[in-house]
T-cell receptor, first 113, second 109 residues
Framework: EAQVTQNPRYLITVTGKKLTVTCSQN?????MSWYRQDPGLGLRQIYY???????DKGDVPEGYKVSRKEKRNFPLILESPSPNQTSLYFC????????????FGPGTRLTVT | GQNIDQPTEMTATEGAIVQINCTYQ??????LFWYQQHAGEAPTFLSY????GLEEKGRFSSFLSRSKGYSYLLLKELQMKDSASYLC??????????FGIGTKLQVIP
């Protein structure tokens, strides 16, 4: 089954404790992206990757890091989480950027206390 | 998305037709996406319009006017399961996709 998976689905952590949210897709997609979704603000892009070893900042990259060492995986790293990073996070993949539908993972609900 | 405007909430009756509007900035525009998102779930793709006009997919249709920077999603024969948020997203400069805040549709009996 074609899908995007994310782990964990739910996470409660404390300020400053490094965490990684994993994202994996099995569709051989070149383009992957991370979004955060907050009430009243909609989906905002954090980082995206057009291929292995190619990543770039989205609209709200501060406080986040990413890596793309393999085509299928695109982890999101919060080196020192803060309460303003409490949000619902979605990973997405597509065949390319812009013209192609994105397939979204199930989401990760992160709470930073 | 800061360049996209859509209503925050709408209510419609089961069996009826509802139109959800979306306006965007035309500068650097490539195409317009619509996604559906049920509460607590991931967005799922509904449509992508590049050319002017109406595209129909079963009960859902999407319209685009490039010159006016305007699109709408038309849902016919509304069902209770259509209660969801509908996200408008434009593909602009450098093929970057920007999402609107979304329109929360409530279908009532």
């Amino acid at each position: 089954e074609a899908q995007v998976t994310q782990n964990p689905r739910y996470l409660i952590t404390v300020t400053g404790k490094k965490l990684t949210v994993t994202c994996s897709q099995n569709m051989n997609h070149e383009y992957m992206s991370w979004y955060r979704q907050d009430p009243g603000l909609g989906l905002r892009q954090i980082y995206y990757s057009m291929n292995v070893e190619v990543t770039d900042k989205g609209d709200v990259p501060e406080g986040y890091k990413v890596s793309r060492k393999e085509k299928r995986n695109f982890p999101l790293i919060l080196e020192s989480p803060s309460p303003n990073q409490t949000s619902l996070y979605f990973c997405a993949s597509s065949s390319g950027q812009g013209y192609y539908e994105q397939y979204f993972g199930p989401g990760t609900r992160l709470t930073v206390t | 998305g800061q360049n996209i405007d859509q209503p925050t909430e709408m209510t419609a009756t089961e069996g009826a037709i509802v139109q959800i509007n979306c306006t965007y900035q035309t500068s650097g525009f490539n195409g317009l996406f619509w996604y559906q998102q049920h509460a607590g779930e991931a967005p799922t793709f509904l449509s992508y319009n590049v050319l002017d006009g109406l595209e129909e997919k079963g009960r859902f249709s999407s319209f685009l006017s490039r010159s006016k920077g305007y699109s709408y999603l038309l849902l016919k024969e509304l069902q209770m399961k259509d209660s969801a948020s509908y996200l408008c997203a434009d593909s602009g400069g450098y093929q970057k996709v920007t999402f609107g805040i979304g329109t929360k549709l409530q279908v009532i009996p």
